[in-house]
């Protein structure tokens, strides 16, 4: 069973930028697919952004595009979240996830089904 362990959060002023990475262990990221989601307190998890296994295809919601990248090294096992121009609306926790099956193309949010546990992020007015 995969392990992912999300890095990177903090508190930033709005206009401010964070990058988060998410790693794995006890198994590979190189054939799946990756995801960001993020849940603040008294709201559903929302999805963030997604990309294929080769690393070209990305997703991403509607309240961050334009504003995050999602990335991946799949030599390094990691997966990364770019966030620039960050506003308190961002503010929540974020966690990765695996797909559960092999994939070829970006994967859609019925495509994953488990999530580490993330890491916060505080964006201040």
């Known amino acids: 069973q995969v392990q992912l362990i999300e890095s990177g959060g903090g508190f930033v002023q709005a206009g401010g930028s964070l990058r988060l990475s998410c790693a794995a262990s006890?198994?590979?990221?190189?054939?799946?697919?990756m995801g960001w989601f993020r849940q603040a307190p008294g709201k559903e998890r929302e999805f963030v952004a997604a990309i294929g296994p080769g690393g070209t295809g990305t997703r991403y919601g509607d309240s961050v595009r334009g504003r995050f990248t999602i990335s991946r090294d799949n030599a390094k096992n990691t997966v990364y979240l770019q966030m620039n121009s960050l506003k308190p609306e961002d503010t929540a926790n974020y966690s990765c996830?695996?797909?559960?099956?092999?994939?070829?193309?970006?994967?859609?949010?019925?495509?994953?089904?488990?999530w580490g546990q993330g890491t916060q992020v505080t964006v201040s007015s």
């Open positions: 006890g198994g590979t990221i190189s054939d799946y697919g």
């Open positions: 996830s695996r797909t559960r099956r092999r994939t070829i193309g970006i994967p859609t949010t019925a495509d994953f089904s488990s």
